[in-house]
Every structure is written in structure tokens, then in C-alpha cells.
């Protein structure tokens, strides 16, 4: 089995190859395969693609919102990161306190006309100003209901207690290694219906051996353009972390995934991306003079020798 970013580059082929098209919520259409795994040894650097253009910033500020227990956007653009503004803007647009111009079905719309791309563009700002300027707009349109964070620290159980599944895992990492438990779920099917977008990356396991911390995630639903990349890395940095926490180097980053699927908008963009060559992947460095994760902060993490193709622009299905 091929590894690393080959592997990635290798499965976008296979979709475009083999995929079946298939229709979706966002009636946008896909091509799509189901059943797939890509693994990625971090001895040999941060798997971060070189084939285009990935932001590690975003990856970053992002996977820390996730730890913080974190569901409202308004932390994500004070640390400019606007990846999960779509769903929470939505939310807007859709409810009776919204008197801006008709933005029903944006997502396709602004791909199409050029006078609607700039009057969303212009109500967007709108929106994360008052995100960022007004607590209460941020509470009632910032939030996006019970997803990851919430799953992750504080998992709201049938007697009306939480779980801290992210410290517990750190604990049972430390405490007992060998156990086959070191697992985290963001998928309650309980709360799905509560969630702006339910979780597609939905349950992790962690491996103690020999000194080393490896993962394997479970991803229902892979964007492989967009989203994918941006989860090698999340998880990857998280397996960094953990394994710093836990006084382990990391291991291996193993990514199995449901439906593995190519929007039909982001043909050509793949296209592109399957004509560059793979680079040798960056290093990642860690603050070590905080002791625990928790602490950190954007700042603590630096990539070395990240030297990337430019960035490939798409638009993303909502």
C-alpha cells in the first residue's frame, strides 16, 4: 500500500476513474467510491500536501476551537478563520431576522452571477461584523449546535452529566497504554439533528506501541478536494499533540474513509492538482515550554520547509 501523499493523489484518481455519480444534499453531485484508507508515517514529516497550497493556520486554529469545546464561529474569525462561516451565515440568511437581499441557495448562486458573488460578499461582512461586535447576534448566529467541540469535551449523557472524552483519552493514553479503548466519538445521534453540518469525521482511535502514538480516523463523508486535506492535517496535528502530552513520538496518522467523493464542480481543480508532482513534506515544530495542549495557542506551532504549488481555488458545497 502506497503512503503518504501519493496515496491521497492516488485515491482523487481512482474517483475520477471508477467513481459513480451520485446526487447529494447539496445538488451539486458527486462522483464517489466507498471504502478506502490512505496512511501517512509522521517519522517521515507533517503530511501537509505539497501539491497545492494547504493553510496550516487555518488547520491549526481550527483543530484548537475543536479542543477548546468550542461550536460558536465567533473565536474562528478572531483568529481570521473563516472556513465555518457558510453554515453559520446560512442560519441567518434563513431566519426571520434577516431583511438583506434574497440570498436563498448562495452557495450555487455566487458561482454563477457576478452581481449576486458581490452583494454576498457584502452581507457576509455584515454578518461577521456583528459576530464579532455583538455578543448576542454571535450567541443566536455564531453558534452551530452540539458538533465536534461539544461532542469532543463535553458530551451530554441520559443522567445530565458530560463527558470530557478528550481528557479522558489523555488519561487513558498514560495510564494504560495497551488498552484498545482510546477512543473519541463526535457522532451522538441524539444531538445530529441539532448540528449545523453533522460530524463527517466521526470517531478516532488512538495506539500506544513502542514508544509511539498512532491514530486512525473514521470519516463518513470525504470531500477529497477541500475538506480531506484539511483533515490529514487536523488529525495529524492532533496526533503530534497528544503524543506530546503524553510523552510519545507520533506514529502513524491512518485515515479510513466512507464515501470518498469528488464534487462535480472540482473536476477540473483536481485535474490540475493530479498533474503536479509531490514534494518532501515539511517538519513541524511544538513549543515545548508549555505542558499542556490546552495552553497552546496558534503561536506554539511552526512548519519548516513547507514549499508547496500555489493554491487551487474551489468553490465549497453547502
Known sequence: ML????????????ILKHGTQKTDRTNTG??????????????DGFPLLTTKKVP??????????????????????????????????????ESSEYDGPDMTDFGNRRQKDHQFRQLYQEQMAIFKNNILNDQAFAEKFGDLGNIYGKQWRAWQTTREETIDQLYNVIQSIQHNP???RHIVSAWNPEDVPSMALPPCHTLFQFD?????????????SADMFIGIPFNIASYALLTYLIAYECGLEPGEFIHTLGDAHIYTNHIEQVKTQLGRSPGPMPALTINTDKSSIFDFTTDDFSLINYNPHPSIKAPIAV
Open 56 to 93: 496550516f493556520r487555518l488547520v491549526a486554529s481550527e483543530l484548537l476551537w475543536f479542543m477548546k469545546g468550542d461550536t460558536n464561529i465567533r473565536y474562528l474569525i478572531q483568529h481570521d478563520n473563516n472556513i465555518w462561516n457558510e453554515w453559520a451565515f446560512k442560519q441567518w440568511v
Open 178 to 180: 495497551d488498552s484498545r
Open 208 to 220: 500506544v506501541t513502542n514508544g509511539t502514538l498512532s491514530c486512525q480516523l473514521y470519516q463518513r
Open 30 to 43: 458527486t462522483y464517489s467510491v466507498f471504502g478506502r484508507q490512505m496512511r501517512f508515517d509522521l517519522s
Open 3 to 14: 503512503t503518504g501523499e501519493q496515496s491521497y493523489l492516488n485515491l482523487c484518481q481512482d
